[in-house]
């Protein structure tokens, strides 16, 4: 029988197929001239026909027939042979399958080998693929091999021994006085670090080299062992300095294996207790990623970049420019990722430039965009607005461009700050009545606009404003413009509620409108709404019976004070939790126990100010932030009933691997009642990628509220 071609000739001749059909008939045939070897015994060729229904079986076709041939290579001298024949038999066999007891006494054999290669091999093996059986026969030599005074036999073993553990948990007291010698091991760090100066420094290795660069694989794993090392120590810290930025400033970015080692590089400087100039440098590296041609290297920089703005702000900020060039990215995810690092560099002193940004961005972005702009730029203006006039103009703005995307208490608020701006009160009413002639659609603009309309109506008549050209508006111009909001089919029920308040308050402030004011209440004393028919018959018998109070009535309201909550709100973390029979029973591995109270406001309080803004919602709280997983509890009061709270719970992931099967369970007092909404995954992303949200409703919240809460995750 001729000899058989070679791997590499098989696989050159598989790739210069040009159809499917004609890879399978190279296939077939190939496999039929190895069984038949196999048939012959044919132990010259054995090693090669594996390694060829290895590379098979690695392109999806079967190669189930070559399983004994595994076993026998296994049990040959020769190292090459040994090394085939374990590979096959880790790809090719499994635990399922009886075949693979019979290599029991061979990896017994192998296990106490005189070289450490073959030792190797026999663990690698045994960690990768050994059942339940054969863990339990071979635990005593992996337990020996662990005590090896070689590290490459030691660290192997310790793999295999992990392995034997997960298999048979009761083996688990054979391995630990082993387990803490190799604990003792000193000086990591410093062998780390001399390793990875070698590769850098290192010349060309053909048997190792990748693009130009020496063994990426191996940097890699060193800097992400290097940043679990140096976490929290100063002096490991200080010692992997000068080797990081020498991989930062050395490495090649012109191809994706460089990249791939500079951001392991960059996490490992932003996770360990680096310089300040090497996080710098850090975020510089980032900032060169953002202008990479490869949109998943950008997304990694803006993921990257917005978990160092709160640390390394300043030199984040540095790349402020670049960051908004991403907001027009064609790629949604960039454009999302580069949208929240926006918002996260804006401060005191960029305020207006970022928010300009942002307000373009907000014109032109998608859909899916607009809310979460607009709750972004809400906040950021809030928090950092140079005066009242350029944050009232700031929120008009964005009323006017996406006012069907913003929150609920978007107008609240506004009106909130509107109220509390005295000087501007004139300014306002001019621009908002502008607008709403010009577009009335966007209903947040509209419902404002005509609240400071009947508030400051009169203001908008006298057309002066120190700072703006004076508008001449005539009385009959502005009940045009809230008539015609009343009787348009794009109103919603409130905001015609707000439009017919508005026009009942005119009356007091045109002098010569009253009659035409009056038979446009009346008008809606017949309507099917029950609000609008209720408040146009109040209305109609203020001007026919208590005529005399009407303008005592109508005034202006009074400043409207923000108030806060108060009491004490606090998490802990707590594995052994004792429950009180009113709070139920929760079993959990891994709890999160959260108690918090809050004061919430008097009902009278609530029902007279809830009815004009809604503004007292109850502040967001951080109920957990450690080892990666961060949860946070928002608060909402329900707009139909306000002994109703709504309490979403927002879990993200800092760490790099999935958190799965996220349970949460929660337990009120008797006085409560408690309904628990489906979460939306059961899975909590990577890298805050994404979050897992969760709603619960707490009913009879006039109370003070108690939590218990327990967070199962794995």
């Known amino acids: 029988m001729p000899a058989p071609v070679r791997l590499r000739e098989l696989i050159r001749t ?19 001239l190895i069984r038949s070897s196999f048939r012959e015994e044919d132990n010259t060729y054995r090693c090669r026909n594996v390694a060829k229904l290895i590379y098979m079986h690695m392109l999806g076709y079967p190669a189930h027939f070559g399983q004994l041939e595994c076993l026998k290579l296994i049990a040959s001298q020769r190292f090459t042979d040994k090394r085939i024949g374990y590979l096959g038999a880790m790809l090719l066999l499994d635990e399922r399958q009886d075949v693979h007891l019979l290599m029991t006494n061979c990896l017994k054999n192998d296990l106490s080998h005189s070289t450490q290669f073959v030792q190797g091999l026999a663990l690698c093996t045994l960690g990768c693929m050994g059942s339940s059986d054969m863990c339990r026969d071979l635990a005593g030599e992996v337990e020996k091999l662990l005590k090896n005074s070689n590290s490459y036999i030691r660290k192997k073993a310790a793999l295999a021994a992990v392995h034997v553990i997960r298999k048979v948990p009761e083996l688990l007291e054979m391995f630990l006085p082993a387990t803490k010698n190799l604990l ?16 850098i420094m290192s010349g060309y290795s053909p048997e190792h080299d990748v693009s130009g660069i020496s063994d990426p694989f191996l940097q890699v794993q060193i ?9 929290s120590d100063d002096e490991s810290s200080e010692q992997m300095n000068d080797i ?26 932003m996770d360990i207790k680096s310089e300040s100039g090497l996080r710098v440098l850090a975020v510089n590296i980032l900032g060169r990623f953002l202008l990479n041609n490869d949109k998943n290297i950008r997304y990694v920089a803006l993921t990257s970049l917005l978990k160092m703005v709160q640390t390394d702000h300043n030199a984040v900020q540095r790349h402020r420019s670049t960051i908004v060039d991403c907001l027009t990215d064609l790629d949604v995810s960039i454009k999302r990722r580069a949208m929240d690092l926006c918002f996260a560099l804006v401060n005191g002193s960029n305020v207006r430039g970022m928010m300009k940004e942002l307000l373009y961005f907000l014109d032109h972005c998608d859909p899916e965009f607009k809310a979460d702009c ?8 809030e928090k950092y607005a140079p005066n009242k006039r350029w944050h009232i103009d700031t929120i008009m703005r964005v009323l006017t461009t996406a006012g069907s995307f913003v929150r609920d208490d978007s107008v609240p608020l506004l009106i909130l700050l509107i109220s509390n701006a005295n000087s501007l009160h004139a300014y306002i009413v001019q621009k908002l009545y502008q607008a709403i002639r010009v577009d009335a659609s966007q209903q947040p603009l509209v419902q404002v606009a005509v609240w400071c309309i009947g508030e400051y109506g009169d203001l908008l008549l006298s057309g002066e404003f120190e700072d703006e050209t004076p508008v001449q508006v005539t009385e009959d111009e502005v009940l045009d413009v809230l008539e015609q909001i009343l009787h348009s089919n794009l109103s919603l029920l409130t905001t015609r509620e707000y439009a017919l308040t508005a026009i009942m308050k005119l009356s007091t402030r045109l002098q010569n409108s009253t009659n035409r004011i009056r038979k446009a209440v009346s008008i809606y004393g017949s309507s099917l709404d029950v609000e609008l028919q209720q408040r146009a018959v109040e209305y109609s018998a203020l001007f026919m019976r208590f005529d005399h109070m009407r303008p005592a009535l109508l005034e202006r309201m009074p400043l409207i004070q923000k108030s806060a909550t108060n009491g004490p709100m606090h998490a802990t973390v707590n594995g052994n939790v004792d429950e009180t029979e009113e709070e139920g029973h929760l079993p959990a591995q891994e709890q999160l126990s959260q108690q918090a109270q809050v004061n919430t406001y008097s009902p009278a309080f609530q029902s007279s100010l809830y009815q004009v803004c809604n503004l007292l919602d109850i502040p967001s709280i951080i109920a957990y932030d450690q080892n990666g997983l961060k949860i946070e509890f928002s608060f909402e009061r329900s707009k139909a009933n306000l002994n109703m709270l709504f309490i979403t719970l927002r879990a993200s992931n800092s760490t790099e691997t999935d958190m799965n099967n996220f349970v949460l369970q929660a337990a009120v007092p008797k006085s409560f009642q408690l309904q628990l909404m489906s979460p939306s995954g059961s899975t909590v992303p990577a890298v805050n990628s994404g979050a897992v949200t969760q709603i619960m409703r707490v009913l009879n919240s006039q109370k ?7 967070l199962e995750v794995s």
Do not use: M, W
Not at 184 to 199: A, C, G, I, R, Y
Not at 247 to 257: D, G, M, Q, Y
Not at 704 to 710: N, S, T
């Open 223 to 231: 800097l992400r062992l290097l940043r679990i090392l140096g976490k």
């Open 704 to 710: 003070c509220i108690k939590l218990r809460h327990r």
């Open 184 to 199: 003792n091991d000193k000086n990591h760090v410093p062998q780390l670090v001399k390793s990875l100066k070698n590769l």
């Open 244 to 269: 990081l930025a020498q991989v930062a400033t050395n490495t090649e970015t012109s191809k994706n294996v460089g990249n791939a080692i500079l951001y392991e590089t960059v996490l490992t400087v």
């Open 374 to 381: 607009a709750s972004g730029i809400f906040l950021a203006a």
């Open 14 to 32: 598989i790739r210069a197929a040009r159809t499917q059909a004609e890879e399978r008939d190279v296939i077939q045939k190939e496999c039929a």
